[in-house]
């Protein structure tokens, strides 16, 4: 019964977004859109830096959703309009070109780009965004974009790809349009997840499996720092990062690191130590998400907790993706009795995620700020993030 008025609930929700996106749209551009669309952000819980390497992820989306309702346009133009931006506008689609839209609109026009380049006919669209994903802080605010506005360009044109269809155009909107070579971990997340549950997914087979995953159930939470540190992967890191995996994989005859058996054995093979550090990375990382799966499908969350703190200090110390806001959240939300903790995301800034019991959530958010304080670091934004439903359309 319960779950049924939850159920209900929920779809009444839904339904009120619909038609405040639906109103909002016809006020903007003067006549009714043909559909609304919900994309969620995501947290990777474990499994960083391993999707572009063919390993394994395991996210899970967030509440937090971006909307987008969209109608087709028959001259070809493009209009782009925020609820949180400027307007991304004065392109049409038959001009649009990697490189030719930046900032928040290159997500949308990439992805009619990709939709085009791809066969599917696109002839011009209207679009209105309203995004509750905190942007620039890891949260794959841009994926959730661009997995909106695949679908909607491609259903007002009368085409109905599948979420892996979505996800591979979402995935290239990115790399082939904006310019930044990342993997498949956040558009399927946004995709794919579901209430409740955590994403295992086979980055090299796509094999996805739902894991259980409700730490309410079991007394305890996912506490989400927002460090606010600038975070800025386009700008080279994060492509260091993919070419250095690629040179060691290279190097080591394998055709991905996810094929690497023998560890020890790899890092005697490499000359290098940041290939053999970046290595170690991504081999032990790869690891630690099947221990997670593990104790996951067995009800045994609390045994998560020292698996993320590994999975942080590799990215800190093998990986070199912290910056030190990151750390110094990660260090105060420890000491404060979080069962573990760790950066999530690319890196570089972003946010950390602490799996922490209901009666510790307020010592560790008060930990936070009050280390935050001491090192002078702007305050921080903290929530907590209930495993929640991917995208879909909403009417
Ligand atoms: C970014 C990329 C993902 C993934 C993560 C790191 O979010 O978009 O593909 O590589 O970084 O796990």
Redesign the pocket.
Known sequence: MAEAAGGSAHAARAADTASRMAEVFTRTFGYDPEGVWAAPGRI?LIG?????SDGFVLPFALPHTLHAAAAPRADGAVRLRSLQAPEGDGFGVADLAPGSVEGWAAYPAGALWVLRQEGYRVDGLDLLVDSAIPSGA?L?SS?ALSCAAVMAGAAVHGADPSASQVIRMARRV?NDFVGMP?????QSASMLSAEGHALFMDTRTMETEQVPFAPDRQGMTVLVVDTRAPHR?VEGH?ADRHRACQEAAKELGVAALRDVTDLEAALAALASSELRRRVRHVVTENGRVLDTVDHLRAGRLRDVGPLLTASHMSLRDDYEVTVPEVDTAVRALLSAGALGARIT??GFGGCVIALVERERVEACGRAVEEAYREEGFAAPSLFEAAPSAGARRLR
Request: with cysteine; aromatic share 10%; proline share 0%.
């Open positions: 990777n960083e830096h391993t999707d572009y890891g794959s994926a990115e990342c993997g498949v971990l956040d992967l994060y995301g690319g």
